[in-house]
């Protein structure tokens, strides 16, 4: 179902992929990293896979966005602890 919903941009696999990281560090600013990956990783990967993008190089990205997301405000959980 969502790779059907995303089918207008399987045509380009970068502009899919700068979608999905914004939703990731969406979601990263308000939830931890482990539920981020257990909850957006079989979402999203079908959809990776459809569009012909290497699954590591997506998981390098997601994770890095997820840490990202986790030094952003408002929550900032990783900020709070640094600026502790």
Avoid: C, H, Q, R
């Amino acid at each position: 179902a969502m790779v059907s919903l995303l089918e207008p941009l399987m045509d380009s696999p970068t502009l899919l992929l700068i979608a999905i990281m914004l939703l990731v560090i969406a979601v990263g600013t308000a939830m931890d990293m482990t539920p981020t990956i257990l909850i957006l990783t079989p979402v999203l990967m079908p959809i990776v896979k459809a569009a012909g993008i290497d699954p590591v190089y997506f998981g390098v990205l997601f994770i890095m966005n997820n840490a990202i997301g986790l030094i952003t405000p408002p929550v900032g959980t990783v900020l709070n602890v640094v600026a502790g």
